[in-house]
C-alpha cells in the first residue's frame, strides 16, 4: 500500500513540475532601438513563472553583446514576473545586431527574439532627445574636447603674441628685443628683488642669481662688455679696464664673487648684511650710470 501512494506522490510531482515548465514565457524589450553613440539604453528580459528565481535562471552573459558594453545590470521578481534588465552603451557607429540570445530555466531552453541597435553619431538635432545628465563616458564621447583644447591653445598663444608685441618689436632675424632702455628694465627688476626680501628668507642661491644676472645685463648694454657670456674670473680684467672709479671697479669684483660659491657651490651668507649691502652697491651703481633723458638719444 505504501509503495502505491509513493508513485501516486512522484507521479503527480512530475505532472505539476512538468506544468510548471511549460508555463514558463520569456520575452526581450528594449526602451529605444535607435540611439547615438554613447547613449545608454535598455534591454529587459522577462520571465513569466512562480517556480523560479533569479539565481534559477541562466540569463546571457555580458559577452553575448559584444560589441555594445554593459555597464550595469539587475534581477529582480515583479509579481509572478522575473525581470532582468541590462543597462548598455554602444560605441561603434552603424546597425548592431543582437541575435542568438536565450534562457534557461531548468532543463528547458527558451530563445528570444532578435534586435537591432541602429547607432548614429551626435548632431545638432539630436542634442533634445539626450539626457540632460549624461554620464562621463557619454560626454568624453560626444563631446568634441579635441576641437576645444585647440581653440584653447590658439587663443592663449595669440594672447601672448598680442602682449610680446605691444612691449617687443621684432628684428630682422625674427627675434624679439625690447622697445624699452635696457636701464629701465634693469630698474624695475631691481625694485622687483628688494620687494621680494630674499635674503630674510634665507634664499641666497636665488637672490644673487638675480642680482648678478640684472648687472652682467647693465654692464654688456652700458659699456659694451661681453658680461652674459664671462666667468667672474674671466670678466675681472675687463672691469678693471673700464673708465669708472676704482672703488666701482671693486665692489663689481666683490658682488661677483660674493655670488660665487652661493650660485655654484650652495653656500649659505654668514648674515644678510652682506647680501644687502650688494644689492645697494648694484643699486646705486645702475642709478649712477643710466643715460640721463637728454642721453638717451646718443
Known amino acids: 500500500m505504501k509503495a502505491i501512494i509513493r508513485q501516486f506522490f512522484i507521479l503527480v510531482n512530475s505532472l505539476l513540475l512538468s506544468a510548471c515548465a511549460f508555463a514558463i514565457t520569456a520575452s526581450l524589450d528594449i526602451d529605444k532601438e535607435s540611439v547615438v553613440l554613447g547613449e545608454p539604453f535598455v534591454i529587459t528580459i522577462s520571465v513569466h513563472t512562480d517556480a523560479f528565481t533569479c539565481k534559477d535562471i541562466a540569463f546571457p552573459e555580458k559577452e553575448r553583446f559584444l560589441p555594445l558594453l554593459?555597464?550595469?545590470?539587475?534581477?529582480?521578481?515583479?509579481?509572478?514576473?522575473?525581470?532582468?534588465?541590462?543597462?548598455?552603451?554602444?560605441?561603434?557607429?552603424?546597425?548592431?545586431?543582437?541575435?542568438?540570445?536565450?534562457?534557461?530555466?531548468?532543463?528547458?531552453?527558451?530563445?528570444?527574439?532578435?534586435?537591432?541597435?541602429?547607432?548614429k553619431e551626435l548632431l545638432p538635432?539630436?542634442?533634445?532627445?539626450?539626457?540632460p545628465k549624461p554620464n562621463a563616458d557619454f560626454v568624453k564621447q560626444a563631446f568634441p574636447w579635441p576641437i576645444v583644447l585647440l581653440l584653447?591653445?590658439?587663443?592663449?598663444?595669440?594672447?601672448?603674441?598680442?602682449?610680446?608685441?605691444?612691449?617687443?618689436?621684432?628684428?630682422?632675424?625674427?627675434?624679439?628685443?625690447?622697445?624699452?632702455?635696457?636701464?629701465?628694465?634693469?630698474k624695475e627688476r631691481i625694485i622687483d628683488l628688494e620687494k621680494k626680501k630674499l635674503p630674510e628668507h634665507q634664499l641666497w642661491k636665488q637672490f644673487y642669481y638675480e642680482l648678478t644676472e640684472m648687472l652682467r645685463f647693465f654692464l654688456q648694454n652700458r659699456f659694451q662688455v661681453k658680461a652674459l657670456e664671462m666667468t667672474a674670473y674671466e670678466l675681472e680684467p675687463a672691469i678693471r679696464r673700464l673708465n669708472i672709479e676704482d672703488s666701482e671697479k671693486n665692489g663689481i669684483i666683490e658682488v661677483l664673487f660674493n655670488s660665487q660659491p652661493v650660485k655654484y657651490a650652495g653656500a649659505f651668507m654668514d648674515s644678510k648684511a652682506t647680501a644687502e649691502k650688494d644689492l645697494l652697491f648694484v643699486k646705486s651703481f645702475i642709478d649712477k650710470y643710466s643715460p640721463k633723458p637728454d642721453q638717451e638719444d646718443q
Request: positive net charge; aromatic residues 14%; hydrophobic residues 40%.
Open 70 to 119: 554593459v555597464k550595469n545590470e539587475d534581477c529582480k521578481r515583479k509579481g509572478g514576473v522575473i525581470v532582468k534588465s541590462y543597462e548598455l552603451f554602444a560605441f561603434q557607429l552603424g546597425d548592431i545586431p543582437i541575435k542568438g540570445l536565450k534562457i534557461k530555466a531548468g532543463p528547458d531552453e527558451i530563445p528570444l527574439k532578435d534586435i537591432t541597435i541602429h547607432v
Open 125 to 131: 538635432k539630436d542634442v533634445k532627445g539626450v539626457s
Open 152 to 186: 584653447l591653445l590658439l587663443l592663449s598663444a595669440a594672447a601672448v603674441w598680442f602682449y610680446y608685441k605691444r612691449r617687443f618689436d621684432l628684428d630682422d632675424d625674427g627675434h624679439f628685443y625690447s622697445k624699452r632702455p635696457y636701464w629701465e628694465i634693469v
